[in-house]
């Protein structure tokens, strides 16, 4: 199959395409700037989500689009508005299938970025063009980098906010496997193995790095972080948890970084 990945160049982007080359699709990334490396059978087209420009060139010939694009600065213009011009693209290119990605908890958890990964949800169901919507919690990588970034200054942050950190190899691998059965609609929701507190996540960090920090607790005022406490960014009962737990993927992240 023909598939485009816009955003296939972001952290679970690369993903993606990785897992799709390797399942014997052609893969043609679309992103503002280039991948590092090309590989047999990708091929890149630049386009910018927040105009539109390139749009027109990036899905010909395509038969399906897996959209891994990601703003924090813009997400409306990119993720929501972006999401308009995408799919009026993808109707003009004739693609038969448009694969989502969102975030478990983002309509329960009241803040602007996450409004925006709702408004997205509802421009796909309502748009054109045959869709499946996937929603998974927080990546491991995605919950690590602030406590990385506090661990510089010795500070580990505790609060009561619950996580579900999930690997990004298995949500590649879903998004592929919607790619290979076709338009699905809402799929289940998927998670990592186990719920922590960021205070768990915090000290399993400090535990690994075997580092002396000085514990600071993070107020998540307001009913985000309400909801947060709440578990709200978890899976219910219907959710799927696959993957690997935080403490291995830590392990797995240390060893990669020791022997680069
Ligand atoms: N991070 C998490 O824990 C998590 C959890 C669940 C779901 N998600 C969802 O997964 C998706 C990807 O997140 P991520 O963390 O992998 O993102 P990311 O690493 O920040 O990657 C963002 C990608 O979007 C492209 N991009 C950004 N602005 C663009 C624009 N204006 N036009 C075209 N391309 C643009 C970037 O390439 P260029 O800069 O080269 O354009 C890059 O390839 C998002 O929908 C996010 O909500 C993330």
């Known amino acids: 199959m023909h598939v485009a990945v816009i955003g296939g160049t972001g952290g679970l982007g690369a993903h993606v395409v ?25 091929t890149h087209r630049t386009a910018d989500l927040s105009t539109g ?33 995408v799919l009026d693209a993808e109707v003009r290119a004739g693609v038969g299938h448009h694969v989502e990605i969102s975030i478990v908890g983002c309509d329960r958890i009241p803040i602007g970025y996450y409004r925006a990964k709702v408004e997205q949800e509802k421009v796909l169901a309502a748009g054109p063009v045959p869709w499946t919507l996937l929603r998974a919690t927080q990546f491991h990588s995605f919950v690590d980098a602030p406590l990385a970034a506090a661990a510089k200054y010795r500070i ?7 996580f579900q950190p999930i690997d990004v190899g298995e949500v590649a691998a879903r998004l592929a496997d919607a790619v290979d059965t076709g338009p699905s609609n809402r799929v289940p929701d998927i998670g990592g193995p186990t719920v922590y507190s960021l205070t768990e996540l915090a000290e399993i960090r400090r535990a690994h790095h075997d580092g002396h920090m000085l514990a600071v607790h993070i107020p998540l005022p307001g009913k985000a972080g309400r909801a947060m ?22 392990a797995d992240a240390t060893l990669d970084a020791a022997t680069r």
């Open 156 to 162: 580990s942050p505790h609060s009561r906010a619950q």
């Open 18 to 42: 990785s897992e799709l080359l390797n399942r014997g699709h052609q893969v043609r990334v679309v992103s503002r700037s280039a991948p590092d490396l090309m590989r047999a059978n990708l």
């Open 229 to 250: 406490r709440e578990g709200a960014a978890c899976l219910d009962d219907t959710g799927r948890r696959v993957g690997s737990t935080y403490e291995q993927w830590l």
């Open 53 to 85: 420009v390139g749009l027109d060139a990036a899905f010909d010939n395509i038969d399906t689009v897996v959209d891994a694009v990601n703003s924090q600065k813009q997400a409306t213009a990119v993720l929501v508005d972006g999401l308009r011009r």
